[in-house]
Every structure is written in structure tokens, then in C-alpha cells.
């Protein structure tokens, strides 16, 4: 059994966006991932946080599930949105507010406010 | 140079590519912009167009040689 994927997963699975970034949206730690919660927060994306910087096994899980090498990654619900490029040009064109509204609802923007989780277990 | 191990390994991948370029963005070797222009991509999702330069590019990531890599993918026509 491996714990941390399961719970790597499960946010993947649970969370309606669920945002792999380097830092917290508080205390961002990478241009990459400053880019793409920028991109999210105009889309008015319901983000949900994980930071992978506490331990550099959430980072080779992650890429193990997703099949993508870099950080950040954006999924919606429990599909992968993708990286900053994407994530920045998918916002330009306004298709990310229709794949939110599409996979979320025409309310998602009044879904929640971003949260943070931590996935790393305690050693 | 860094580039320089980037480059053939698109041109490689993007034999046909109508644009290839590899910037390298702070001068350090490690953060890159590439652009890539080819029909590879025609058709294909966003995603899927930046998973094919992720593959084409796996071993560099993978060893650190690519600290941060920006990509831009576009169609030929």
C-alpha cells in the first residue's frame, strides 16, 4: 500500500479543483505557480491547494498518476486541466471559465474560496 | 550549453516543425522557453500538444537539466 498516492488520489478525486503548486496561494514559491493561480483566480476557479514542497515524494507520485513531468498541474474534477501554459492560455481565451462552468456548474464561482490540504504524512 | 541538448532532441521528435526555438529564459541553463510549430499538433487538445513536448524532452526533465520549462505548441496552417 502506498499512502501517499492514496492520498494523492483522493484529493484528485474529491477536490473540484485541486491545484499541485510549489509554495501556498499565501506564499507562492515559483513563477510557474504564481502564472497559473493567477490564471485560476481570474477564471474565479474554487481552488483547492496542495503544496509539494514539504516532501519531494508528492512531487514523484503525482507525476507518477498524472503522466506529467512538471509543477504545477491543475485538475478538475479528477481530470488533468494541465500546466501553467495551458492553465494561462486556456484562461485567456476564456475556455477555462467554460470548462469549469461545464464540469462544475454555471454557480461555481460561489463554490468556495481557496483552501489548502496537506497530503504529506508525517515521518 | 543546455540549448544545445534540448534542441535535437524536438528536432528529433518535430522533424517537420516550421518553427523550433529554445530560449533559455534567465541565462542560468536550466529555465527554458520553448516554442514549436508543427502538424503534429493539428487537431490535438492543448494538453495533448505539451505532453508531446514533455516526452520529447522526458530524459532532461527527469535529470534536472530542466529546472522550468515553458512551452508554447502551435499548428502549421
Known amino acids: 500500500m502506498n499512502e501517499l498516492r492514496d492520498q494523492i488520489q483522493n484529493v484528485i478525486a474529491t477536490e473540484d479543483v485541486a491545484f499541485f503548486m510549489k509554495g501556498t496561494p499565501y506564499l507562492v514559491m515559483c513563477g510557474n505557480s504564481m502564472r497559473a493561480l493567477e490564471a485560476l483566480r481570474a477564471a474565479g476557479a474554487p481552488v483547492t491547494a496542495v503544496d509539494v514542497l514539504p516532501d519531494p515524494r508528492i512531487r514523484q507520485e503525482l507525476s507518477a498518476i498524472s503522466g506529467w513531468p512538471t509543477i504545477p498541474q491543475v485538475f478538475v474534477r479528477g481530470e488533468l486541466i494541465g500546466g501553467a501554459d495551458i492553465v494561462e492560455e486556456l484562461a485567456a481565451s476564456g475556455e477555462l471559465e467554460r470548462t469549469l462552468e461545464e464540469k462544475l456548474g454555471p454557480d461555481y464561482r460561489a463554490t468556495g474560496a481557496e483552501r489548502v490540504v496537506a497530503v504529506a504524512s508525517p515521518v | ?77
Open chain 2, 1 to 77: 550549453m543546455n540549448e544545445d541538448r534540448l534542441r535535437p532532441l524536438l528536432e528529433q521528435a518535430f522533424p517537420d516543425a516550421a518553427e523550433l526555438s529554445v530560449e533559455d529564459r534567465t541565462g542560468g541553463g536550466d529555465h527554458f522557453q520553448v516554442t514549436v510549430a508543427s502538424t503534429r499538433f493539428e487537431g490535438l487538445p492543448l494538453i495533448e500538444q505539451h505532453r508531446l513536448v514533455n516526452e520529447a524532452l522526458a530524459a532532461p526533465l527527469a535529470d534536472g537539466t530542466i529546472h522550468e520549462l515553458r512551452i508554447k505548441t502551435k499548428g502549421t496552417s
